[in-house]
């Protein structure tokens, strides 16, 4: 399952402004306030930015210039909780992962090194988000010491590394040469870490082995994992596994985004100018249909 799902225990960012106003509006207010010296502010500013900011229509200097103001936020230091969390770097990065300007890839690479698990754990995901390759050694090196040194810290609620924010975004990045790094966390004992190892070596190999394994992961009786393994499905573009995406015991909604994982892993290899209509996109579709 996508890892920015995993929770954030320090802060919960405010509603988004709500109303008639214009969004270019708004983002020109946000970036101005990702200077602010309220840290609060510029924590609800680099929230903004991320959730809806790719939306707004602004201009090209105006994106530029949050870019800017969310890429010097990677390095705050006043924004800090009492267990040594940046929760403003933790912003700053998810945005520059949904904005798409390249120039963040070098700060969130360094962001990889950062003490906050959830500062790495965003920028790990960005980079695949962002999808340039320069992310890929770094990525790697995350995965050092292998399924022996993926394992809890004491006292706290989460592994020594983002693992599924690594695999996920290392299938992302097209990253083949990690295939040999990602294989071993198959048979990690938490089964969400299982979950992206399987996704990323489907998406790189078309392991239909993995895929397997996300397929049977939808009759679990945790219904939390039967909706990471869905998604996790969705994002492989494993045709096959559309009937059980379709037939899992989950809410609608959440078939409806696997599906169109698929619909859209399929579109980016199918000519549709030189062939026709796959008979499996057809299928795809109608299953979609049968769940509106």
């Given at each position: 399952?996508?890892?920015?799902?995993?929770?954030?225990?320090?802060?919960?960012?405010?509603?988004?402004?709500?109303?008639?106003?214009?969004?270019?509006?708004?983002?020109?207010?946000?970036?101005?306030?990702?200077?602010?010296?309220?840290?609060?502010?510029?924590?609800?500013?680099?929230?903004?930015?991320?959730?809806?900011?790719?939306?707004?229509?602004?201009?090209?200097?105006?994106?530029?210039q949050?870019?800017?103001?969310?890429?010097?936020a990677?390095?705050?230091?006043?924004?800090?909780?009492?267990?040594?969390g940046?929760?403003?770097?933790?912003?700053?990065?998810?945005?520059l992962?949904?904005?798409?300007?390249?120039?963040?890839?070098?700060?969130?690479?360094d962001?990889?090194?950062?003490?906050?698990?959830?500062?790495?754990?965003a920028?790990?995901?960005?980079?695949g988000?962002?999808?340039?390759?320069?992310?890929?050694?770094?990525?790697?090196?995350?995965?050092?010491?292998?399924v022996?040194?993926?394992?809890?810290?004491?006292g706290?609620?989460?592994?020594?590394?983002?693992?599924?924010?690594?695999?996920?975004?290392?299938?992302?990045?097209?990253?083949?040469?990690?295939?040999?790094?990602?294989?071993?966390?198959?048979?990690?004992?938490?089964?969400?870490v299982?979950?992206?190892?399987?996704?990323?070596?489907?998406?790189?190999?078309g392991?239909?082995a993995?895929?397997?394994?996300?397929?049977?992961?939808?009759?679990?009786?945790?219904v939390?994992?039967?909706?990471?393994?869905?998604?996790?499905?969705g994002?492989?573009?494993?045709?096959?596994?559309?009937?059980?995406?379709?037939?899992?015991?989950?809410?609608?909604?959440?078939?409806?985004?696997?599906?169109?994982?698929?619909?859209?892993?399929?579109?980016?290899?199918?000519?549709?100018?030189?062939?026709?209509?796959?008979?499996?996109?057809?299928?795809?579709?109608?299953?979609?249909?049968?769940?509106?």
């Amino acid at each position: 399952m996508t890892a920015s799902l995993l929770s954030d225990p320090d802060l919960n960012p405010p509603q988004a402004p709500g109303g008639e106003a214009d969004s270019a509006t708004i983002f020109l207010q946000m970036v101005a306030q990702l200077s602010h010296a309220d840290t609060s502010l510029r924590y609800y500013a680099a929230w903004w930015v991320g959730k809806f900011g790719r939306q707004a229509q602004v201009s090209p200097e105006a994106r530029s210039q949050a870019v800017s103001a969310l890429i010097e936020a990677l390095a705050d230091q006043a924004d800090r909780t009492e267990l040594g969390g940046y929760p403003l770097r933790r912003n700053a990065a998810r945005a520059l992962g949904k904005l798409g300007d390249l120039r963040a890839v070098s700060p969130l690479i360094d962001c990889l090194a950062c003490e906050d698990f959830y500062v790495r754990e965003a920028a790990a995901q960005a980079l695949g988000q962002l999808k340039d390759r320069q992310g890929i050694e770094p990525l790697m090196a995350l995965l050092e010491g292998s399924v022996a040194a993926a394992q809890m810290v004491p006292g706290r609620p989460h592994l020594t590394q983002p693992y599924e924010a690594i695999l996920e975004s290392l299938g992302q990045l097209e990253a083949n040469q990690s295939v040999p790094l990602i294989q071993p966390f198959l048979t990690h004992s938490l089964e969400r870490v299982k979950f992206a190892a399987a996704r990323a070596l489907c998406q790189l190999t078309g392991d239909a082995a993995a895929a397997e394994l996300l397929m049977q992961a939808l009759n679990s009786p945790d219904v939390q994992l039967r909706r990471s393994a869905l998604l996790d499905l969705g994002a492989t573009g494993y045709l096959p596994a559309a009937s059980a995406i379709a037939g899992a015991a989950v809410e609608n909604s959440f078939k409806l985004i696997a599906l169109r994982g698929l619909v859209q892993g399929a579109m980016r290899v199918v000519d549709l100018s030189q062939s026709d209509f796959p008979p499996e996109l057809t299928e795809l579709l109608m299953l979609m249909d049968g769940l509106l």
